[in-house]
């Protein structure tokens, strides 16, 4: 796999787009899994509180979609 294996919880079919870096982590998620912030699988620490921090990792490399969706 090229890309980063952590997997977001969006759609739960996202993978973060960043290239692999370590252990299958982008930079970035390698980070997180070293200060204890995801497991080895990158599941986010069910102990981090934080949910601004949740969100960034849980979201890093992936672009979201470029418009809002409106039902009419």
Known sequence: MS???FRT???GALFC????YLEGFCKFHHA???RGEINER???NERL????RRREI???GIQGTDGTYVEE
């Open 3 to 5: 890309h980063c294996m």
């Open 9 to 11: 919880s969006w759609g």
């Open 17 to 20: 787009q960043d290239p692999a």
């Open 32 to 34: 997180a899994l070293l």
């Open 42 to 44: 990158g599941v986010i």
């Open 49 to 52: 509180s934080d949910q601004a």
């Open 58 to 60: 849980n979201f890093h």
